[in-house]
Structure formats: structure tokens, C-alpha cells
């Protein structure tokens, strides 16, 4: 499931469905139990994230770029691999890292990007 913010009641950070016109664009996120539903906010603990690096492994034809992210985590050190969007930026992936509350948050950044 994914996490993003809602177009029709404008709260983040909550499981969402993704609306496609019949081109398959998307168009619009609404709350996965609909709108006013608890069962959309994640039941996730929080976790205490301190950013130890953001480096660049790579770029992906020009759609993507790859992350090699390395954390502490509740103390511990924690590293993931994110492909994201081209064009971001060390402090604009640094940026959204520091959104997020727990690993889960940060893993979900992936774009699975399709080439087909
Ligand atoms: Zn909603």
C-alpha cells in the first residue's frame, strides 16, 4: 500500500488509492478505507532517524537516480538503496529522509519507475 496525502481531505501520511484517467495518468489520491477512516493512518512505531549519509550510486537511463542512504536508527546503524526521480539533489533526498519517522517511511520513498 502506498503513503501519501489525500486530494480530497488534504491529510498526510495516509494509505491512499491512486486514481488514473482511462490514459492511465494519475490524476488523484484518495484515503484507501475512504476518507474519516482510522484504519488509514499507519500503526507504525516511531523511530528516532539521524541522517549519516546520502550518497549518489548512480543514474538510471535519465529516468531515476539511485541512493545509497546510511542511517542510525534507535542507535544502531541502518542503510537502504532508494531509486528515486531524476534530479533530485543530495539535500533535496536529504530533505525528505528528514520527513519521514521511521524506516518504513523511508523505504516507501522508492519510485518503482516501469519500463514497458
Ligand atoms: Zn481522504
Known amino acids: ?13 495516509v494509505f491512499i488509492r491512486e486514481h ?3 490514459w492511465g495518468d494519475h490524476i488523484l489520491n484518495q484515503c484507501f478505507y475512504g476518507c474519516d477512516d482510522p484504519k488509514n493512518i499507519p500503526n507504525e512505531p516511531e523511530e528516532t532517524l539521524i541522517i549519516k549519509s546520502v550518497e549518489k550510486v548512480h543514474s538510471i537511463l535519465c529516468y531515476s ?7 542510525s536508527v534507535n542507535g544502531r546503524s541502518w542503510w537502504t538503496r532508494l531509486q528515486l526521480l ?9 530533505k525528505m529522509i528528514q520527513k ?9 520513498l522508492n519510485k518503482h519507475i516501469k519500463f514497458d
Open 1 to 13: 500500500m502506498i503513503l501519501s496525502s489525500c486530494d480530497f481531505c488534504e491529510r498526510k501520511n
Open 20 to 22: 488514473f484517467d482511462k
Open 65 to 71: 537516480t539511485e541512493w545509497r542512504i546510511t542511517l
Open 86 to 94: 531524476n534530479g533530485e539533489t543530495e539535500s533535496s533526498v536529504t
Open 100 to 108: 519521514c519517522r521511521n524506516t518504513k517511511e523511508v523505504e516507501r
